[in-house]
């Protein structure tokens, strides 16, 4: 599967930035995508995930509240709404997905993944 993000770019703290991830192909039987990030100084960590079979997401505590994921079928896309945005947000956020649906949110910890996006940069000034 490929994955092609886009939407990242410079913003201030307190604003809002919407990613996409547009996927080629899913698995007929279910999946997992999701976002993960990689922050200066940090180690990457897993942001939030959807289930493609019941639409169950799944967020980290820093990012409960702020961000929200869904996904298009018809268009294989997902997408992760960011809001409130604080310098801490800053990093490299990279899509990724499992072709499996039954991890829940311990697929927040994985630190490998079946297919990653290139990545695309989210910047916040404060």
């Known amino acids: 599967v490929q994955l092609v993000e886009s939407g990242g770019g410079l913003v201030q703290s307190g604003g809002s930035l919407r990613l996409s991830c547009a996927a080629s192909k899913f698995s007929r039987n279910g999946y997992t995508i999701g976002w993960t990030r990689q922050s200066p100084g940090k180690e990457r960590e897993g942001v939030s995930c959807i289930v493609s079979t019941d639409g169950t997401t799944y967020y980290a505590d820093a990012v409960k509240g702020r961000f929200t994921i869904s996904m298009d079928n018809a268009k294989n896309t997902v997408y992760l709404e960011m809001k409130d945005l604080i310098p801490e947000d800053t990093g490299v956020y990279y899509c990724?997905?499992?072709?499996?649906?039954?991890?829940?949110?311990?697929?927040?910890?994985?630190?490998?993944?079946?297919?990653w996006g290139q990545g695309t940069q989210v910047t916040v000034s404060s």
């Open positions: 990724a997905a499992d072709p499996f649906n039954n991890v829940g949110a311990n697929w927040l910890k994985m630190l490998s993944h079946s297919s």
